[in-house]
């Protein structure tokens, strides 16, 4: 009886073994195949050149990849406007997912996004819009229906419009998530001691006040990186980030200065939305 007890714990213990090594196979499988849909989809020759320039501020394949973005996730993105991360999301989450652009309401920045998408029907045409406006209460998508919301420079926005409108922003988001849900923060990063007048006029945001917000919302800080981080940024210009690449707002007042800057220091932050 022993001996047929410790042959049946023995095949116990290497079936076990087996199907965890199965599971994280599995895992390492659908992992990869994450990795190698995100390389591609930033690699493709299809994304407009002054876009990809850009790559080496933006970092793209490590932001997604942070915020665990995989193919086959619904995944809305606030405020795409000409649509930098639509050249890198749409495409890949065509055929599994789903990409849900949340524009503005009617106006240059919405016309941008629907230009872009009418551009090219074979990278976009699976392409949702919906309409997110700060001022309004409708929900952005259904409830409890994505899996990921994004917003890439956006925050510092909604803080301009009002605290208010901010809160409201993100309970919106916080709604459109599914429990267990990741809300994707990227926004030009005021040092903590900086003042709080700051933020209502340089494009800068704590990262403190972010947090504030997502938490008030019910979110929690899951994690944040450092991949979007320029020690060159002093957050400290005549015409705030503005001042800075992309928009060189001073025109060719030390133009080249601000180059070599490069684009502004950024947060990175995920936020969870809890489960249950």
């Given amino acids: 009886m022993r001996q047929y007890l410790a042959i049946s714990a023995a095949l116990f213990a290497m079936t076990g073994t087996s199907a965890l090594a199965q599971h994280a196979h599995a895992d390492h499988q659908t992992m990869d195949a994450a990795t190698h849909a995100l390389h591609e989809a930033v690699a493709s020759p299809a994304r407009k050149p002054a876009n990809r320039a850009r790559d080496t501020y933006r970092h793209p394949v490590e932001t997604l990849s942070f915020f665990g973005v995989t193919p086959n996730q619904t995944v809305v993105e606030i405020w795409p406007s000409a649509g ?63 899996d990921v919301v994004l917003t890439f420079r956006n925050a510092h926005n909604l803080i301009m419009a009002g605290e208010d409108t901010a809160k409201a922003a993100f309970a919106r988001f916080y709604r459109a998530l599914k429990p267990g849900g990741v809300l994707g923060v990227v926004d030009h990063r005021l040092p903590e001691d900086r003042s709080a007048a700051d933020e209502q006029s340089s494009g800068y945001l704590k990262t403190s006040t972010v947090v504030k917000l997502a938490e008030a919302a019910g979110f929690k800080l899951a994690a944040e990186s450092e991949v979007n981080a320029n020690p060159k940024d002093t957050a400290n210009w005549p015409k705030g980030v503005w001042t800075l690449p992309p928009t060189l707002s001073l025109g060719d007042t030390d133009r080249a200065k601000y180059q070599t800057i490069g684009e502004s220091d950024r947060m990175t932050l995920k936020f969870v939305k809890p489960q249950g």
Avoid: C, H
């Fill in 84 to 146: 930098w991360y639509t050249e890198i999301l749409a495409p890949m989450l065509k055929d599994k997912g789903r990409y849900i652009a949340a524009a503005q309401p009617p106006g240059k920045y919405r016309t941008a996004t629907e230009t872009l998408i009418a551009s090219d029907p074979v990278r976009f045409d699976k392409v949702e819009i919906a309409t997110f406006d700060p001022k309004a209460a409708d929900d952005i998508v259904a409830p409890n229906s994505a």
